[in-house]
């Protein structure tokens, strides 16, 4: 009630007409300014709305959970809600970001010329007490996904400490919070993609492109690597998606991968082997993706219900 | 001037005798008129009219277009001026007048018409007169609204010209006073038409003063009451009919408006039409037509409709009409002024019979025949009475009669004339018969003029003078009746007298001299006739022709006649019409029989003539411009100019005293005189063919009108019949309407007594109802008693148990004082054998004090003083107490807040406290997961030293195999040495050492190994530790891949968490209190009891060091042999080299 009162009293017409975004950024800042972060809050307030640019690293850095430890150290982010604290555990994790890195730096496992993203996989295989003995050691699935994520990531996170942070704990979420429901994606998408237009998925099944979608580039990559590399539409698109993954909500994947089957359902329906629409699939054009968002996000919050604040 | 010059030779070739050549130039002055709007062409062509008189030009002049109006105007304005061309002029204008051009309505505005009135009221010559009085009488309809301004200019005129008459002023030819009678008299009808109230009330007052228009005045007079007429709305030819339906001429009055039947009548019978007009006819003329203008009785029509019945209407006798009239016309001033006998003239029955409306009605078609056929038409005579017809005929011969007479008067000179004029196709004898004609013909003209103004005149002067004028005549009348087709007066004007012009024709002096006696008949006639002789209807008898088809064909030899009569001339068209289709004249054979010779020769001739004229148009291009009305002017013309010509080169032998015996007019002026009299002719002639021309304008509307009619009155019938059958059907309806209402009144009935029966019955259950109401209303009323007794009683019992309840206190009340009152009592026993005890004691005191009564009181007053001061302090004391109560009170309460106060702050503070361990979690969290990290990194580290130290070690192990065997070599010589210098100190040890050697050796290594670390944390101080730990670690480190959890249990806690917490980041910081909290029990008691251990150890370690050095120096001795294991070769090859270098050490 307390950002409700403070929020303009015209935004629940903004919303009525149509005006998405308006009141939101104000907000959010009001949401942002309370000494301890309400986290749900936050949950709710992503799963509804796009998150500005500028707040993002911000939210997801206090949203997303990092440290898989057992009860007695439940919770916490990246950031812990309370403002106090932040530049101390700021400063923790930057020092723990330079340590590891220096340590990686020192057994010349990496060195200046690595891309970041490399680095990023070391540190992160390193922190997870998985690094291979040698650098050159072929990489693992997993390890494919993180460097998608960790790419499409630098676009969004500028600070490499953010940015490591982030990545880490947006793969971690993956595959902890996310490891039961993820396998279930596909499934989920036959369902929906049968009730918007059963035909576009008798065509795929006729195709027998059903079993051969890019389901791993989908749900596993969350779409990294779905749109050409270092383009704002990218960073948009993921930003918004992964707003909602961040938040609690993998859906938002199987409702994105509808929408665009159903935008690109002409060329897909022309499209009749599944080698090929894979092919298309996997390389999007990137110019109706804004559009593929906003209407998934319709498309989820008709299937699934407006999230509501719980408070 | 060459355009003016051209102009002139383009007129002259106007009258060039090509056709085809005229008509290019017509075509080229009308583009002029069309391009050029200045008034010189106009004004050439006027001059070159007035001049010529050509025909082409005339044509021209009369279609000119709006712009050249007043170029026109003004031109005939201006020569209107001059007396030499003010004749030609007003003939100009009369031609232009009569083809009503588009801009006719200027006419009132132009300048012409007053300098037209002008000239009609000085002008004194007759012809000039005449035709102006002509030209306005065509004008007045044509501006009926604006022409008022001028009415008092018209009535002037009308007088002076009545007057002129009269008195015939100059030496003014009788001859041409009769052609200005006849336009004064026409001009009287329009004025009177037109303008009645006012022209009334000018005869009034203009012919009050003289005496001998007293009658005219009477005549007049009852006009006055009639209104104006709004002419403004109306069409010329309506204007035209109006005024001849108010004419006080019946043969003009009868013309208007004609309903067929009377029509078809007269077209049944034209022989008879004579005596139709003085019979029945006229009875229903009267009554339907509109002269009389009385409603169309319905009653009338069928009789009147069907032919069968005509002969019946028609013989009726001919009284009818005298008594009818009157009742049917109200209105009509004729009837009033007793005019309405019916005109005995033939000339309103011909007319009639063109009447085109005869076709919408049913008898139109067996009617219609005879109209083209006059010679068959008898064939309903015979149906009529035979009396009645005589009677008829009868009356016809005497009316025409005078006629004859009176006309001739005024015809002869001019036939005479014509009589010796031959004409230019060479028809001299055509001319004198035609002459003949007309002299012959006088009789019947003088008895239609006798018979007008018979029928003007009251009905016994009628009779008198038809009498008079039957005697005259009956010769002449009698044979013609049986004539049949030709019996009508009209043809005996006309071709009766074509049989007499044979014989007349030779002795011209012959007829001049019969014809005096008309003429002067006429002249001798009493003064008072001539005023009516004004108003003579001069176009009857040939109105009546020309209308006639009969009559029209029958007349066309003797045309020339027909011209005599100052009556229009509706002949030429049929003529024209019946030349130019080519057909044989179908009356041939009758001029066989009505002419001898010399008609039929006139005839032929004439016929070839024309004939040849209407194929030359056929052959050259039909010109339009020659219409059959044109062709007739022209003729006439012509005819005049041939006569003036032959007339200019005859010597006029025959111009004897019989010439000016009547006329009194010198040869000379003869000529000019018959010329004159032709242009009269010629003039009233157009007037006569101007004024028919509206009557068939009129017709056709009424024709529509007709036709309209009877298509409603069929509509009628029709809607008639639909009407009987919707009242049968209406009839029917009411049958079953009545069987309806029976029925309903026969189930009203059943219904009613239901009703009633119903109602009884509703009566009885009412009144047991109200029986029922009333007994519960007292059961209810009952009920309500009861109810406020159980409520009384009730309320009775709440009392009665209220106090019985006091009561009960009461008693108990009353037990309780009893039983204190017992114990009272008992007290009161009690206290009363105390007072009795006490009494005694009382006496008992009372005698002690008695004795001693000095000391007590004294006692009891000192007693008494401090027993109230310990009251009073001990009242003191308790206040004190209330009020250290009342404070404690406060306390605690304030107390009581205050916990509550802590409380919310125990709660504040551990809410806090929670934020606060969050918070601290958090921050621990990630120095934890840095902590992780760390421990990440370090591991990651060892692995990589001791992946480094194992590559080492790969590349060390072999050099140091080959080293120690040297070296062993050397160590086994320098050890015999030390052996030899050391063997005082550490014989017996070495002795002991060597002798448990065997069997202690392998325990002692791993406790050998934790004491040689242990000694250096404990004894070697930090500096060596960091320093030595790395060479050290490697044997544990060594184990850590195989089981790193022994290695930190059961391994090395004294080396590995001295270790650790020394190497944590900060101990000042926080993360690092706090983990120093955290496992400082644990490293604490660890170190404690390590301590404690590592210094009994370093102690017992320290004295079998000595031991170890002096054994291990041996035991490679021993070992060197065998060399059972590599690993175990490794061991102690490093441990020996460790502790050789360590005792080497100690030991310096």
């Known amino acids: 009630m307390t950002e409700d009162s403070q929020r303009n009293f015209r935004s629940v017409y903004y919303e009525k007409v149509g005006f998405r975004g308006v009141e939101e950024k104000k907000s959010l800042e009001i949401l942002l300014k309370d000494d301890r972060l309400d986290v749900e809050k936050l949950c709710t307030f992503s799963q509804r709305f796009p998150l500005p640019s500028m707040y993002r690293a911000l939210v997801w850095k206090v949203l997303l959970v990092f440290c898989p430890f057992p009860p007695p150290w439940v919770f916490v982010g990246i950031l812990p809600p309370h403002h106090e604290s932040h530049a101390q555990v700021m400063t923790y994790r930057k020092e723990q970001y330079s340590d590891v890195l220096h340590a990686l730096e020192v057994i010349r496992f990496i060195s200046d010329a690595t891309p970041q993203v490399e680095v990023y996989l070391h540190m992160h295989r390193l922190e997870s007490g998985k690094l291979p003995r040698?650098?050159?050691?072929?990489?693992?699935?997993?390890?494919?996904?993180?460097?998608?994520?960790?790419?499409?990531?630098?676009?969004?996170?500028?600070?490499?400490?953010?940015?490591?942070?982030?990545?880490?704990?947006?793969?971690?979420?993956?595959?902890?919070?996310?490891?039961?429901?993820?396998?279930?994606?596909?499934?989920?998408?036959?369902?929906?993609?049968?009730?918007?237009?059963?035909?576009?998925?008798?065509?795929?099944?006729?195709?027998?492109?059903?079993?051969?979608?890019?389901?791993?580039?989908?749900?596993?990559?969350?779409?990294?690597?779905?749109?050409?590399?270092?383009?704002?539409?990218?960073?948009?698109?993921?930003?918004?998606?992964?707003?909602?993954?961040?938040?609690?909500?993998?859906?938002?994947?199987?409702?994105?991968?509808?929408?665009?089957?159903?935008?690109?359902?002409?060329?897909?329906?022309?499209?009749?082997?599944?080698?090929?629409?894979?092919?298309?699939?996997?390389?999007?054009?990137?110019?109706?993706?804004?559009?593929?968002?906003?209407?998934?996000?319709?498309?989820?919050?008709?299937?699934?219900?407006?999230?509501?604040?719980?408070? | 001037m060459a355009q003016q010059a051209n102009i002139g030779e383009l007129l002259s070739m106007l009258d060039s005798p090509m056709l085809s050549v005229r008509d290019d130039v017509t075509a080229v002055f009308k583009e002029n008129l069309s391009s050029d709007r200045g008034p010189m062409l106009v004004n050439t062509l006027v001059d070159y009219y007035l001049e010529t008189s050509s025909q082409p030009v005339l044509h021209i002049l009369t279609t000119l277009q709006e712009p050249h109006d007043k170029h026109l105007l003004d031109k005939m304005n201006e020569y209107m001026g001059k007396a030499a061309s003010r004749l030609s002029t007003l003939l100009l204008l009369g031609h232009v007048v009569r083809l009503q051009p588009s801009w006719k309505h200027k006419l009132s505005q132009a300048p012409l018409l007053p300098s037209l009135l002008k000239c009609l009221k000085v002008d004194t010559d007759v012809v000039v007169l005449t035709t102006g009085v002509l030209v306005l009488i065509t004008m007045l309809p044509m501006i009926p609204q604006s022409g008022k301004q001028h009415l008092h200019d018209f009535f002037d005129i009308f007088g002076r010209l009545s007057s002129w008459?009269?008195?015939?002023?100059?030496?003014?030819?009788?001859?041409?006073?009769?052609?200005?009678?006849?336009?004064?008299?026409?001009?009287?009808?329009?004025?009177?038409?037109?303008?009645?109230?006012?022209?009334?009330?000018?005869?009034?007052?203009?012919?009050?003063?003289?005496?001998?228009?007293e009658t005219f005045e009477e005549v007049v007079k009852d006009f006055s009451l009639r209104l104006d007429f709004g002419w403004k709305r109306l069409e010329t030819h309506d204007v035209v009919i109006e005024c001849a339906k108010i004419s006080l001429d019946p043969t003009e009055a009868s013309y208007e408006d004609g309903y067929s039947v009377?029509?078809?009548?007269?077209?049944?019978?034209?022989?008879?039409?004579?005596?139709?007009?003085?019979?029945?006819?006229?009875?229903?003329?009267?009554?339907?037509?509109?002269?009389?203008?009385?409603?169309?009785?319905?009653?009338?029509?069928?009789?009147?409709?069907?032919?069968?019945?005509?002969?019946?209407?028609?013989?009726?006798?001919?009284?009818?009409?005298?008594?009818?009239?009157?009742?049917?016309?109200?209105?009509?001033?004729?009837?009033?002024?007793?005019?309405?006998?019916?005109?005995?003239?033939?000339?309103?029955?011909?007319?009639?019979?063109?009447?085109?409306?005869?076709?919408?009605?049913?008898?139109?078609?067996?009617?219609?025949?005879?109209?083209?056929?006059?010679?068959?038409?008898?064939?309903?005579?015979?149906?009529?009475?035979?009396?009645?017809?005589?009677?008829?005929?009868?009356?016809?011969?005497?009316?025409?009669?005078?006629?004859?007479?009176?006309?001739?008067?005024?015809?002869?000179?001019?036939?005479?004339?014509?009589?010796?004029?031959?004409?230019?196709?060479?028809?001299?004898?055509?001319?004198?018969?035609?002459?003949?004609?007309?002299?012959?013909?006088?009789?019947?003209?003088?008895?239609?003029?006798?018979?007008?103004?018979?029928?003007?005149?009251?009905?016994?002067?009628?009779?008198?003078?038809?009498?008079?004028?039957?005697?005259?005549?009956?010769?002449?009348?009698?044979?013609?009746?049986?004539r049949g087709g030709f019996d009508s007066p009209f043809y005996r004007d006309s071709l009766p007298g074509c049989p007499r012009k044979a014989h007349s024709a030779a002795s011209g002096a012959q007829s001049a001299s019969v014809n005096p006696e008309p003429l002067n008949s006429s002249l001798d006639k009493p003064g008072p006739d001539t005023p009516k002789q004004a108003f003579t209807p001069i176009d009857l008898p040939c109105g009546g022709a020309s209308e006639s088809p009969a009559g029209s064909r029958e007349r066309q030899p003797s045309l020339e006649t027909s011209i005599l009569t100052p009556s229009p001339c509706k002949i030429p068209p049929q003529r024209g019409v019946g030349f130019g289709s080519g057909q044989p004249p179908p009356y041939d054979h009758l001029f066989e029989v009505a002419l001898p010779k010399t008609a039929h020769h006139f005839v032929s001739k004439k016929t070839e003539e024309l004939l040849k004229k209407a194929k030359g148009n056929a052959e050259e291009d039909y010109t339009p411009s020659a219409s059959p009305v044109e062709v007739l002017d022209r003729l006439i013309q012509q005819g005049a100019d041939a006569h003036s010509k032959e007339l200019s080169r005859l010597s006029l032998p025959s111009k004897s005293v019989d010439w000016t015996h009547f006329g009194g007019s010198p040869p000379s002026d003869e000529i000019r005189t018959l010329r004159n009299q032709l242009l009269l002719l010629h003039n009233q002639l157009l007037y006569e063919?101007?004024?028919?021309?509206?009557?068939?304008?009129?017709?056709?509307?009424?024709?529509?009108?007709?036709?309209?009619?009877?298509?409603?009155?069929?509509?009628?019938?029709?809607?008639?019949?639909?009407?009987?059958?919707?009242?049968?059907?209406?009839?029917?309806?009411?049958?079953?309407?009545?069987?309806?209402?029976?029925?309903?009144?026969?189930?009203?009935?059943?219904?009613?007594?239901?009703?009633?029966?119903?109602?009884?019955?509703?009566?009885?259950?009412?009144?047991?109802?109200?029986?029922?109401?009333?007994?519960?209303?007292?059961?209810?009323?009952?009920?309500?008693?009861?109810?406020?007794?159980?409520?009384?009683l009730r309320v009775e019992l709440k009392k009665a148990n209220s106090k019985v309840c006091h009561t009960e206190l009461l008693l108990s009340q009353v037990s309780q004082k009893l039983s204190n009152s017992e114990s009272v009592q008992q007290q009161m026993e009690f206290l009363n054998r105390q007072l009795l005890v006490l009494g005694e004691v009382n006496e008992l005191y009372l005698e002690q004090l008695q004795n001693k009564h000095s000391d007590t009181t004294k006692e009891v007053e000192m007693m008494k003083a401090a027993y109230r001061k310990e009251l009073e302090k001990n009242r003191s004391h308790v206040l004190q107490q209330s009020q250290r109560l009342d404070t404690s009170q406060k306390r605690i309460l304030e107390l009581e807040s205050h916990l509550a106060k802590k409380d919310h702050l125990l709660l504040e503070q551990k809410k806090y406290l929670e934020d606060v361990k969050l918070q601290a979690r958090g921050q621990l969290q990630a120095a934890e997961s840095?902590?992780?990290?760390?421990?990440?990194?370090?591991?990651?580290?060892?692995?990589?030293?001791?992946?480094?130290?194992?590559?080492?070690?790969?590349?060390?192990?072999?050099?140091?195999?080959?080293?120690?065997?040297?070296?062993?070599?050397?160590?086994?010589?320098?050890?015999?040495?030390?052996?030899?210098?050391?063997?005082?100190?550490?014989?017996?040890?070495?002795?002991?050492?060597?002798?448990?050697?065997?069997?202690?050796?392998?325990?002692?290594?791993?406790?050998?190994?934790?004491?040689s670390s242990g000694s250096r944390g404990g004894g070697g101080g930090s500096s060596g530790g960091s320093e030595l730990s790395t060479p050290e670690k490697p044997p544990n480190q060594r184990a850590g891949p195989f089981g790193s959890r022994w290695d930190t249990a059961a391994g090395e806690p004294s080396t590995s968490i001295p270790a650790t917490v020394g190497s944590l980041p900060s101990s000042k910081s926080f993360l690092g209190m706090k983990a120093r909290e955290l496992f400082r029990n644990k490293s604490e008691s660890q170190c404690d009891e390590d301590g404690v251990t590592i210094s009994s150890l370093s102690e017992t370690l320290k004295t079998e060091l000595g031991k170890d050095s002096s054994m291990e120096a041996k035991t490679p001795l021993s070992l060197d042999g065998p060399h059972p294991s590599p690993p175990n070769v490794d061991s102690v090859g490093q441990l020996r080299i460790m502790d050789y270098n360590e005792a080497h050490h100690e030991h310096s």
């Not at chain 1, 109706?288 to 719980?310: E, M, N, Q, R, Y």
């Open chain 1, 134 to 311: 040698s650098p050159s050691f072929p990489l693992e699935p997993e390890d494919e996904v993180f460097l998608a994520i960790a790419k499409a990531m630098e676009e969004m996170v500028e600070d490499s400490v953010d940015c490591y942070w982030v990545t880490r704990c947006f793969v971690n979420q993956l595959n902890n919070k996310y490891r039961d429901s993820l396998p279930q994606l596909p499934k989920a998408f036959e369902q929906y993609l049968n009730l918007e237009d059963s035909r576009l998925l008798s065509h795929l099944k006729t195709c027998s492109a059903v079993s051969r979608l890019p389901y791993d580039l989908w749900f596993k990559r969350c779409f990294a690597g779905c749109l050409p590399e270092s383009s704002l539409q990218r960073q948009l698109f993921s930003g918004a998606v992964w707003d909602k993954v961040v938040s609690g909500s993998c859906k938002i994947l199987v409702f994105v991968a509808v929408e665009i089957l159903l935008t690109f359902k002409i060329k897909v329906m022309a499209l009749n082997s599944a080698e090929k629409i894979t092919k298309f699939l996997e390389n999007i054009p990137q110019d109706s993706s804004d559009a593929i968002v906003s209407k998934a996000i319709d498309l989820w919050h008709k299937h699934c219900g407006t999230p509501v604040h719980s408070a």
């Open chain 2, 165 to 213: 008459c009269l008195k015939k002023p100059g030496h003014v030819t009788e001859i041409y006073l009769v052609h200005l009678h006849a336009s004064v008299y026409a001009l009287f009808h329009r004025l009177y038409g037109m303008y009645p109230c006012n022209f009334v009330s000018f005869l009034r007052s203009h012919y009050s003063m003289k005496e001998n228009l």
């Open chain 2, 262 to 482: 009377s029509h078809q009548i007269s077209a049944r019978f034209p022989h008879r039409s004579a005596d139709v007009t003085a019979s029945p006819y006229v009875d229903t003329q009267n009554s339907y037509g509109p002269a009389a203008s009385t409603p169309y009785p319905a009653s009338r029509l069928p009789s009147s409709n069907t032919p069968g019945q005509l002969p019946r209407t028609l013989s009726s006798p001919s009284t009818r009409l005298l008594t009818e009239p009157p009742q049917a016309a109200l209105w009509s001033p004729s009837v009033v002024c007793g005019m309405t006998t019916p005109p005995t003239s033939p000339g309103n029955v011909p007319p009639e019979l063109s009447h085109p409306y005869s076709k919408v009605f049913g008898t139109a078609g067996g009617k219609g025949t005879p109209l083209g056929t006059p010679a068959t038409s008898p064939p309903p005579a015979p149906l009529c009475h035979p009396d009645d017809y005589v009677h008829i005929s009868l009356s016809q011969a005497t009316a025409t009669a005078p006629k004859k007479e009176e006309r001739a008067d005024s015809a002869r000179p001019c036939l005479h004339r014509q009589h010796h004029l031959p004409n230019d196709r060479g028809l001299e004898e055509l001319s004198g018969s035609k002459g003949s004609v007309t002299l012959s013909d006088l009789p019947g003209f003088l008895g239609d003029l006798a018979s007008e103004e018979d029928s003007i005149e009251k009905d016994k002067e009628e009779a008198a003078i038809s009498e008079e004028l039957s005697e005259i005549t009956t010769a002449d009348a009698e044979p013609l009746v049986p």
């Open chain 2, 689 to 792: 063919r101007f004024k028919r021309q509206q009557h068939a304008l009129r017709n056709r509307r009424l024709l529509r009108k007709v036709i309209r009619a009877a298509a409603l009155e069929e509509r009628n019938a029709a809607m008639k019949d639909q009407l009987k059958l919707q009242e049968k059907d209406i009839q029917i309806w009411k049958v079953s309407l009545q069987k309806e209402q029976a029925r309903y009144s026969q189930l009203q009935e059943q219904r009613d007594t239901v009703v009633t029966q119903l109602h009884s019955q509703i009566r009885q259950l009412q009144h047991d109802r109200e029986e029922f109401y009333n007994q519960s209303q007292e059961l209810q009323t009952k009920l309500v008693d009861c109810r406020n007794m159980i409520a009384e």
């Open chain 2, 930 to 1011: 840095r902590y992780e990290a760390q421990k990440r990194i370090t591991q990651m580290f060892e692995l990589e030293i001791l992946d480094l130290y194992g590559r080492l070690e790969k590349d060390g192990l072999l050099k140091k195999l080959e080293e120690e065997k040297t070296e062993a070599a050397e160590a086994a010589e320098e050890r015999l040495d030390c052996c030899n210098d050391g063997c005082s100190d550490s014989a017996p040890g070495h002795s002991e050492e060597a002798a448990g050697r065997n069997g202690e050796a392998r325990p002692l290594r791993p406790g050998g190994a934790r004491g």
